[in-house]
């Protein structure tokens, strides 16, 4: 096979989360400005849902391989009977709600629909082993996340379920030193999909202060990711220094509501379009890729001048998608706050799309439900590079057609509320409306039994 047909052969998929029946706006993201601002608004779940499915859509019909993955089950009342509440379902929820309902927020969050934080993916084109290798995230961070990687593990095996084809690799302790919070920290950079490729690891802190910058870290907000966790992540695939860069995020990003590396920076083939503020050494982290990329890397430097941090995070410029083109091109899909906020617009116009670089095309898209909470359209999606025999290898219906679509938005319409307050966690029949829609979705992706309640 040549270079040419290889690249043909591989294609980046993108694999959209479902948005959850639970969805809801609890403010429960600590660093995450939209999530915080927003807290206590009423939500609608079903416009969520459907703005997804509906940005799918879109990509899939614009020629963008497109997959779907299915919620999590919430509330998550294993949980909350781990932690000693007891009785039947409705008393559980009662409890809950009368004596933490800070703890019942946390499991009824539908935040695993930002499968950007579900996993860390090396193509099979990197690894050693010629598989495609999966590490869920352990979210250790937040407790509403770190609810989620038990199930995320089953469903990945459950779709990738090919032991030729697929690797699949334990979730790292679930610790401070070892805090992973998925792709939403990880680039990877090549000049085409199916050729070797470099991983940018983004992070934080160090825990054991092991590096030249131990001790610089953000004042006001946590950092999440771990240079431990990357490294750790980077071993598991098999990955080796030639093929790696280890990056710290700037302090003063994160400070700034910057809580994963993909609020501010987006890669894509040879191109990284970037803030300024991103790194905490901007020259050294391009350095490094220079000299890795067996082809020239494509910088886009945004200024602060052009675009404040304020408005990067509240427009999600840099939470975007940035897709490939069979000429070689690249659109850029990012939500509509960005056509809303001037600065953020013109630069779109006259800085990117005039500029020297493969960004070609600026494709606008609604997902406002997911925006208040602070997750823009790279946070929906967990990128993974297939080649032909590995998407012929996936297991489940999930690849979207439109017959799949029809389905699911049908599906939708069923099981989803259009009107969905804090207060309302707490009523069971929400339990037991999520309980029967997830059930009836993992057959209609032909999943098997991937949730705690089908298990027994």
Known sequence: MTSDDRNTDYREVNFDGLVGPTHNYSGLALGNVASM?????????????????????????????????????????????????????????????????????????????????????????????????????????????????????????AIFRSDAHFAHHPVLPATPAFSDEGAANHTRLCAAHGEPGVHLYVYGREAFGWGSEAGVAPKRYPARQTLEASQAVARQHGLTESHTVFAQQHPDAIDAGVFHNDVICVGNGPVLLYHEMAFLDEQATLD???????????????????????????????????????????????????????????????????????????????????????????????RVVLSAEERAALAGRVLLDEALYA?????????????????DLADPQLAAESLAALDELSRLLELGSVYPFQLG
């Open 37 to 157: 601002t927003h807290e206590g608004l009423v939500a609608n779940p079903k416009e969520a849902a459907l703005q997804g499915l509906a940005k799918m859509k879109a990509l899939m019909e614009a020629g963008y391989p497109q997959g779907v993955l299915p919620p999590q089950q919430r509330p998550d009342l294993g949980a909350l009977r781990a932690l000693g509440f007891t009785g039947s379902d409705e008393r559980v929820l009662a409890r809950a709600a009368g004596e933490a309902p800070s703890l019942l927020r946390a499991v009824c969050s539908a935040s695993s629909m930002w499968t950007a934080n579900a996993a860390t993916v090396t193509p099979s084109a990197d690894a050693p082993d010629g598989r495609v290798h999966f590490t869920p995230a352990n979210l250790q961070s937040s407790f509403h996340r770190f609810l989620e990687p038990a199930t995320t593990a089953r469903v990945l095996a």
């Open 288 to 382: 490094e890729l220079r000299d890795k990329l067996a082809t020239p890397l494509i910088p886009v430097r945004v200024p602060s001048e052009a675009v404040s941090l304020a408005d990067a995070v509240g427009s999600y410029l840099f939470n975007s998608q940035l897709l490939s083109n069979p000429d070689g091109s690249m659109t850029l899909v990012v939500p509509g706050e960005c056509q809303e906020n001037e600065s953020v617009w013109r630069t779109l116009q006259d800085h990117l799309l005039a500029g020297h670089n493969p960004i070609a095309e600026v494709v606008v898209k609604d997902v406002k439900q997911s925006m208040r909470n602070g997750g823009g359209p790279a946070c929906l999606r967990l």
């Open 407 to 423: 389905e699911l938005v049908a599906w939708v319409e069923r099981h989803y509320r259009d009107r969905l307050a804090p207060a």
